[in-house]
């Protein structure tokens, strides 16, 4: 018998790679130029200089109080750094072109993910919990089923549709309630220190922090470089 009957994982850079494409960026920079250029004189570089900032208003907003702001926010956020206000209209066609630019110009999966997450799928139920930013969770499903791996999940979870984002405790309660799963037959995998062995760890979890840094300081049970080494990892939580 298992002791593991779940397996969670992140998204970002445990499953696919992030990265801010710059192809991808200009694409979004230029749309919201032409739009704003109906309000104001702003240039290419006033837009990405507000684009950046907006974002890292974002992060501040996370690591104060877990929760992840939906685009239509971001764009609330850049539009007043710009000193504008857009209409609802102008926010809606800005966030669909948002969605667009990721479906368009896909981020690129981890080395062996679809790989192990197939073979993990036939001993283990699956689960996946994201933080989500500008690109939210229909789209990212969008790009999991394109990738050939949604398949593999029997829920996810996206915090903008959840409101609060990992490390909450609303996240892994959502996760364990709905498999009705104790939180020791659990391990959550992920990239992030702070986001998933943090948050996974208070709520009961093991752990997996996947990452590339041998010296990375972590509370994680385990740590792995590469996906393949799950399975190996998951032996030793055996009964």
Same mark, same amino acid.
């Given at each position: 018998?298992?002791?593991?009957? =779940?397996?969670?994982?992140?998204?970002?850079?445990? =499953?696919?790679?992030?990265?801010?494409?710059?192809?991808?960026? !200009?694409?979004?920079?230029?749309?919201?130029? @032409?739009?704003?250029?109906?309000? !104001?004189?702003?240039?290419?570089?006033?837009?990405?200089?507000?684009?950046?900032?907006?974002?890292?208003?974002?992060?501040?907003?996370?690591?104060?109080?877990?929760?992840?702001?939906?685009?239509?926010?971001?764009?609330?956020?850049?539009?007043?750094?710009?000193?504008?206000?857009?209409?609802?209209?102008?926010?809606?066609?800005?966030?669909?072109?948002?969605?667009?630019?990721?479906?368009?110009?896909?981020?690129?999966?981890?080395?062996?993910?679809?790989?192990?997450l197939d073979e993990l799928s036939k001993k283990y139920t699956l689960a996946l919990i994201s933080n989500t930013g500008i690109t939210i969770g229909d789209t990212l499903r969008k790009i999991l089923k394109m990738k050939g791996i949604l398949k593999n999940f029997s829920l996810t979870l996206f915090s903008n549709e959840t409101i609060?984002?990992?490390?909450?405790?609303?996240?892994?309660?959502?996760?364990?309630?709905?498999?009705?799963?104790?939180?020791?037959?659990?391990?959550?995998?992920?990239?992030? @220190?702070?986001?998933?062995?943090?948050?996974?760890?208070?709520?009961?979890?093991?752990?997996? =922090?996947?990452?590339?840094?041998?010296?990375?300081?972590?509370?994680?049970?385990?740590?792995?470089?590469?996906?393949? @080494?799950?399975? @190996?990892?998951?032996?030793?939580?055996?009964?």
């Open positions: 018998m298992m002791k593991i009957k =779940l397996i969670s994982f992140d998204l970002w850079n445990t =499953l696919i790679i992030y990265n801010k494409n710059s192809i991808r960026k !200009k694409m979004r920079i230029n749309y919201i130029l @032409e739009i704003i250029k109906h309000y !104001k004189d702003v240039t290419y570089e006033d837009v990405e200089n507000a684009y950046e900032e907006a974002y890292n208003e974002l992060d501040r907003i996370w690591m104060m109080s877990s929760r992840t702001p939906p685009p239509e926010e971001y764009l609330e956020i850049l539009g007043s750094i710009l000193g504008i206000k857009f209409s609802s209209r102008e926010i809606k066609d800005i966030t669909d072109f948002i969605q667009k630019t990721v479906t368009d110009i896909p981020p690129g999966l981890m080395k062996g993910a679809k790989k192990i609060y984002g990992k490390p909450h405790p609303v996240v892994f309660e959502k996760l364990l309630n709905y498999f009705n799963v104790s939180p020791e037959n659990v391990i959550h995998i992920g990239d992030n @220190e702070y986001a998933d062995i943090v948050g996974a760890k208070n709520a009961g979890m093991y752990t997996i =922090l996947f990452t590339k840094n041998k010296n990375e300081k972590t509370t994680a049970d385990f740590t792995i470089k590469s996906l393949y @080494e799950i399975p @190996e990892k998951l032996k030793v939580l055996y009964l």
